[in-house]
């Protein structure tokens, strides 16, 4: 058994179930652990009040208990974490060599930026003698796992979702037991303390009043709160004012919570026929595959997945893409969902594809405008979903929404949020309306709105455009695609 080894702890904060903890707890007499609060990132945010840095922080204390724990219940006088600010790259080798280790381990991102800064750390380490190994963690099935019968990888995701079914059995659920090598925990090298979120340059945010439950413990809480509720999962999922949903995502995000035991978990239903767990099922498949096409298509970062999209001519409308950030466009469900996004950094999953059709559908913009807002403010902001599901909704990306479908935010909001019960906990200026015209206040008489309490256009904002409009002019923006794929018939969902 070689002596020592480093885990360099990054989109992956929990002590079970961790594969690259596993593997060097299984292969090293002492292993030490390390999470960088990294500068290269942290210095990118526009703010210094960021409700993400705030959950890591939470969630690296309880990590650093944990591994303290974790060493005490197996008899090592070791444990605890490592905690380091400054650039993560030059960091890790730096801390690598100083403690004398062989090896650092890491579990595997595949985001482009991620890639290159792991390959370079990969190579000066390699200067150093030390080896670089990652493993795969945060994805059920990654890179070529599931490829074609022809060996390509998909890029529609029925058919993806069948093969990935197919090949997810026992033991690519099977959780990787680190309780069994926790002996070899070593202690940090010196007494470091953490650093407060202060020494770290940033300041509170109103994560503390959000119900957000920080770290292993709780994502724990959160699981054990939707297992009970997962049978109902396909009914309620798609209603953002019910508890339908799993509320999971941010530690998915972070890792505070393993993906295996979830989709085992959900497996485990699905088998018996649940349809609630199928469907959470397939939700988790959707991951996986965005984090494939990421992988094997790197330039959908910037660009449509498929080329000729980029012919697609977007709209300069400074004052339309205002409304949609400021939430003011007079579209009662789009305007609730932001301020959702803007008061606690969540979107529900339906109004994320409401408020990205409208952006791209109704308003013209350039999905890449909205991409770039949803990573600013989303606490769960994953570069492979928000990505996918962004070019899904403007119809350039893979799989993506037919081009002739917009979604029709009066529609959604009618079927969705059938007595305004969201609405009205995001809008409250439009409270005292009637189940049946608060989805567009503007198709009310004067005299009625006054006599709610709303004026439009003062107290809440006249439509910014007309959907029959934007939609007619949505159609003549993709209209190179129906000269080159036929004629289709437009749908308004």
Request: aromatic share 10%; with cysteine; net charge neutral.
């Amino acid at each position: 058994m070689n002596s020592s080894a480093l885990v360099w702890f990054r989109r992956d904060l929990r002590c079970d179930d961790h594969a690259a903890l596993y593997h060097a707890l299984r292969r090293f007499e002492r292993v030490y652990c390390v999470f960088f609060f990294d500068t290269d990132i942290l210095d990118t945010l526009p703010s210094r009040q960021d409700r993400r840095v705030e959950f890591i922080h939470a969630s690296i204390v309880a990590l650093d208990e944990a591994l303290r724990a974790l060493a005490l219940r197996s008899g090592a006088p070791g444990g605890g974490l490592i905690v380091r600010y400054g650039p993560a790259a030059d960091g890790v080798v730096r801390l690598a060599q100083s403690l004398g280790v062989q090896e650092v381990l890491v579990n595997r991102d595949y985001e482009p930026q991620a890639i290159a800064r792991d390959r370079r750390v990969a190579q000066a380490l390699g200067s150093l003698g030390i080896a670089f190994s990652d493993y795969k963690d945060q994805v059920l099935l990654d890179r070529d796992e599931v490829l074609t019968q022809q060996g390509h990888p998909y890029s529609v995701f029925t058919p993806y979702k069948r093969a990935w079914l197919q090949k997810l059995d026992a033991f690519q659920l099977k959780p990787y037991p680190v309780e069994r090598h926790a002996h070899h925990l070593a202690a940090p090298p010196a007494s470091e303390p953490l650093p407060s979120l202060e020494d770290l340059g940033f300041a509170r945010s109103n994560l503390r009043d959000l119900p957000i439950p920080t770290g292993m413990q709780g994502a724990e809480k959160l699981l054990q709160d939707f297992l009970p509720r997962m049978r109902a999962y396909h009914e309620a999922r798609d209603f953002p004012g019910r508890k339908g949903v799993s509320y999971l995502s941010v530690h998915l995000r972070f890792g505070t919570v393993s993906i295996r035991r979830l989709a085992a978990l959900a497996r485990q239903q699905a088998v018996q026929g649940d349809e609630g767990a199928q469907t959470w099922l397939s939700e988790l498949a959707w991951r996986d595959f965005y984090f494939m096409i990421l992988h094997h298509h790197p330039h959908v970062v910037a660009q449509s997945f498929r080329p000729e999209y980029d012919r697609v001519v977007w709209d300069e409308a400074p004052e339309l893409l205002r409304a949609w950030c400021e939430a003011s466009t007079g579209y009662p469900l789009v305007d609730a969902a932001m301020r959702q996004l803007h008061q606690t950094g969540y979107m529900h999953n339906r109004l994320r594809m409401v408020v990205a059709s409208f952006l791209t559908k109704d308003l013209g913009i350039d999905w890449r405008r909205g991409e770039r807002h949803f990573a600013e403010h989303l606490n769960d902001y994953d570069l492979a979903a928000n990505n996918g599901g962004w070019q899904w909704a403007a119809s350039t990306g893979c799989d993506a929404q037919p081009w002739f479908r917009i979604f029709n935010p009066v529609t959604q909001s009618q079927r969705f949020d059938p007595d305004g019960h969201f609405i009205r906990r995001y809008v409250p200026e439009l409270a005292k309306l009637p189940a049946k015209h608060i989805h567009f206040p503007a198709a009310m008489k004067p005299l009625e709105l006054q006599a709610c309490g709303v004026r439009l256009g003062e107290t809440y904002p006249a439509p910014v455009v007309d959907h029959a409009s934007a939609r007619q002019r949505t159609l003549m923006r993709f209209h190179f695609l129906r000269e080159e794929n036929g004629p289709r018939n437009a749908s308004d969902t």
